[in-house]
């Protein structure tokens, strides 16, 4: 390919597309020629030998070779390279092609020359604008098998009887970009809700027709609209419209239909989203609502849960979820607007009731039911009543009074017990001093027994019915006068 390139460039017939062999254009005559030697390294190289002689070939006419060349082409003033006006490009310089017997076939040979697929449309009256320069091709006339449009039958370069208004061009599907589709809000959206479906084109030509397709499915909508995009509207959606979509795009051009490649598709997903619920708290005494998430309440009073939330879809019900209970109790939902709630009251509460509870919102929708996501948790404790506490208050207090009491004066007696003192007097009235070994473990808070003292403390002396003295202490305790006298008291 390498020499059949610098014989090309040599003839000014642009660029080698094939190098033959084995005489595919049919066998010559006179005498053969090397091609093994330099001659064919580049075009001065090639001149040289012209002039200078070449090295005979041995090789026989059997093996005569032969060059595919063609003039380079181009395709300008559009916004692709695979569209726009025929330029060739001849002796170094860039010319037209007159649209005279311009036909597809004519088209589709430029389009795989250029490697541009196959043709779409074959445009002609200049319709991407006039040209300047040379017009160097006229009534070219291609089979559409041709590997290059210089190989198509035509009058020579140069022979022309056009005005450059008759420029000729072509659209190739290589130049046709797929429309794109998008979906608003998104692919995701609310059953009942209103979705468009926006088709868009990236093109030169416009002025088409939009269609909008369903996969698996025959039924299609189509707009024709002068801009580059179209937007089709499905008001309220249901679970029908659930599926994949693609774009086409189809636009007509003197006569020709031209059809753009199909787009990717899109999926649309119908579902039900359903927000989460509120759950409050009503007191019948205070008319208070409230939000807590725990809340004591007193055995035998009465209160109202309620659970509420905003939705589009009505005739929903509520039901309040009991943990310790594992069941649940149902209230149709009373909607205004978009906000649907319900009351579930408890007129007595007893300790059966405690427990956490939340709110579930459902739906039934085309015969399939929809649930929302629980609500917080609201704990319930329920206490007992206050005169019943406070009794049980008073009733412990005094108990433990009772104990306190008891307990002082056991210790009592036994303090008095620890602190008792005997002293021994004979009938005379003297009193025995004890040894000093005999004191308390030897603690008597440095005090001598002694008898004046002793009996003094502890006695007065008074006399009986019968006129006899009896001796009685301070506190009221009584010493017997005995062989020997007991006294007891303090120390």
């Known amino acids: 390919m390498k020499k059949a390139e610098v014989v090309c460039e040599l003839l000014e017939c642009g660029y080698a597309v094939n190098a033959t062999g084995a005489a595919a254009f049919g066998q010559g005559s006179g005498s053969e020629v090397d091609t093994k030697d330099s001659c064919f390294d580049n075009v001065t190289a090639l001149q040289q030998c ?253 209160f109202s849960i309620t659970c509420s939330t905003y939705s589009t879809y009505a005739e929903g019900v509520f039901h309040l979820m009991w943990s310790d209970k594992r069941s649940s109790e149902t209230q149709p939902a009373f909607t205004y607007f978009i906000f649907s709630q319900a009351n579930f009251d408890f007129a007595t509460i007893g300790y059966e009731h405690q427990g956490e509870y939340t709110c579930v919102y459902s739906v039934n929708i085309s015969s399939l039911p929809f649930c929302s996501a629980p609500s917080k948790t609201l704990q319930v404790t329920v206490q007992a009543p206050l005169s019943l506490t406070v009794g049980g208050v008073v009733g412990g207090v005094v108990v433990l009074l009772v104990v306190l009491v008891i307990g002082y004066l056991v210790s009592r007696n036994r303090w008095r017990a620890a602190g008792t003192t005997v002293q021994f007097q004979n009938r005379f009235g003297a009193a025995m001093r004890p040894n000093v070994e005999d004191r308390s473990d030897g603690v008597l808070d440095g005090r001598e027994w002694n008898m004046h003292s002793n009996v003094n403390n502890c006695r007065t002396e008074a006399k009986n019915q019968d006129g006899k003295t009896i001796l009685e202490d301070m506190d009221g305790r009584v010493c017997y006068e005995l062989e020997p006298l007991v006294c007891i008291g303090p120390k």
């Not at 061009?169 to 970009?177: A, D, F, K, P």
């Not at 088709?199 to 024709?224: A, D, N, P, W, Y």
Request: with cysteine; glycine share 10%; aromatic share 8%.
């Open 50 to 302: 012209s002039i200078k002689g070449f090295t005979a070939g041995t090789c026989g006419h059997e093996h005569d070779a032969g060059v595919l060349c063609a003039a380079q082409l181009r395709l300008v003033s559009s916004l692709s390279q695979c569209a726009g006006r025929v330029e060739i490009l001849h002796k170094g310089q860039w010319g037209t092609v007159c649209d005279d017997e311009w036909e597809m076939s004519n088209a589709d040979v430029v389009c795989k020359q250029l490697g541009c697929g196959i043709a779409v449309s074959a445009p002609t009256s200049a319709h991407f604008g006039k040209g300047t320069g040379p017009i160097w091709l006229d009534n070219v006339v291609c089979s559409g098998q041709e590997a290059a449009l210089t190989h198509c039958k035509h009058h020579g370069f140069g022979e022309h009887n056009c005005g450059h208004h008759e420029d000729a061009g072509v659209i190739c599907s290589g130049s046709l970009e797929k429309p794109r589709i998008s979906l608003s809000p998104g692919p995701e959206v609310n059953w009942g809700d209103n979705v468009e479906i926006t088709c868009t084109i990236v093109t030169e030509h416009l002025g088409g027709t939009f269609v909008l397709r369903k996969t698996q499915e025959s039924t299609k909508l189509e707009m024709f609209f002068e801009h580059e995009a179209a937007t089709f509207i499905f008001s309220k959606v249901d679970f029908n419209h659930t599926g994949s979509y693609f774009c086409e795009y189809h636009k007509k051009l003197q006569d020709q239909d031209i059809s753009y490649p199909q787009g990717n598709t899109v999926d649309l997903f119908v579902t039900v989203k359903l927000g989460k619920p509120s759950i409050s708290l009503t007191s019948p005494q205070a008319m208070v609502i409230y939000s807590p998430d725990k809340i004591s309440v007193t055995q035998g009073s009465s």
